[in-house]
């Protein structure tokens, strides 16, 4: 055999465990004995901080913020998730971003809000509320926040909630309910956000200028490619399928014209100027999706460049590879009845965690 047939056959076995993970895959237990965890998150100064439902963050042991009497919680209500500033690691003055839902004479709202922090100390009654608007519905408040490279920070919005979207705010463009948001947060000045001016609506007509991407219906849990910085969404959907969205800027993924691949108002289906999902599965599958994250760390190679998801529901992690938002292979296993998923996190290193809604922070482990 030669060697040019050598380091083809060599390439081929290399491409072939990228795109069909063969090892077996295990959940190392991280820490426990958390309420109701919804999110996890890592610093260099603080650690890892798990957020809770109900209004509390929890780093290393240690309670960073309760604002528990301020939160309501409940079903799909709470402190949803929370993201700290882009110079958190260098300054002794920075901010900690949290959305969480209140009451406001018994109805709904959605709080996007950055709490000072000076020496690692959280000072929650001199926070600044950046947005706040009207959930119709108690169900589908989305509610992740994310810092992107260029400083902007991203937030998941749901459709506003009952089922079907009744209001079509997934379409609607003069709401900020079924989006994904982007706005550069400026807490210390007059106003409390700006608009990026490259956003895709910044300048058009009829469309809330915040507005990234629509036609979302609970975008629950999204994350960012670390190496390419590409956008995967997983959003849970209403009654046939649950749905993983590759976004870029002014996509409208289509509901509720579609839910997934499928016409979900045959009256109007017209797949014209709709993204359709990289991916989708069927109630035989699971019920509801927990978007996951493209793993780029160094402990499990044969996980690289794969997109890890979950199902709340029946607990399966699956992972497929992916390339330039693409899905380049088969969905497979990894584990089967984890538990509850509610999150995932990715620490500083790349390494992938799960979050248990029963209270457990594991990390995927070969």
Known sequence: MTKKKIRRLFARAILFASIYPLQAYTLSPVAKGFEQ????????????????QAGRIICEGKTL??????V?????????????????????????????????????????AAIPMRNLQAFSAEKRILLRFSQPFAN?????????????????????????????????????????????PTPRATNPYQIPPNNPFAKRTGFFPEIYAYGLRNPWRFSLDRLTGDLYV???GQNRKEEIDFVQAGDNLGWNKMEADL?????????????????????????????????????????????????????????FPVRAGKKVGPAVTLISKAGPV?????????EIYVVLYSGEIKRIAP
Not at 65 to 70: A, N, P, T, V, Y
Not at 295 to 318: C, E, H, M, N
């Open 234 to 236: 997983g959003d849970v």
């Open 263 to 319: 016409c979900y108002k045959p009256e109007n289906c017209s797949r014209a100027g709709l993204v359709l999902p990289i991916y989708s599965y069927g109630r035989q599958d699971g019920v509801s999706l927990t978007g996951g994250y493209v793993y780029r760390g160094k402990k499990i190679p044969g996980l690289v460049s794969q997109y890890l998801f979950a199902d709340f529901v029946t607990g399966t992690i699956w992972a």
């Open 65 to 70: 913020i309760d604002i528990r009497k301020e």
């Open 140 to 184: 589908h408040n989305g509610g992740l926040l994310l810092f992107r490279k260029d400083g902007t920070l991203l937030i998941g919005t749901g459709d506003g909630g009952s089922a079907g979207d009744p209001y079509g705010n997934g379409q609607k463009t003069n709401t900020f309910l079924g989006k994904i948001l982007r706005i550069q």
């Open 342 to 350: 509610s999150s995932f996190g990715e620490d500083l290193d790349g």
């Open 72 to 112: 309501r919680s409940g079903g799909e209500m709470g402190l949803l998730s929370a993201a700290f500033a882009p110079d958190f690691d260098q300054s002794s003055d920075t901010f900690l971003y949290v959305n969480y839902t209140v009451s406001n004479g018994g109805a709904i709202e959605t709080i996007v």
């Open 37 to 52: 965890p919804v999110y996890v998150l890592f610093s260099k100064r603080v650690g890892m901080c798990v957020v809770e």
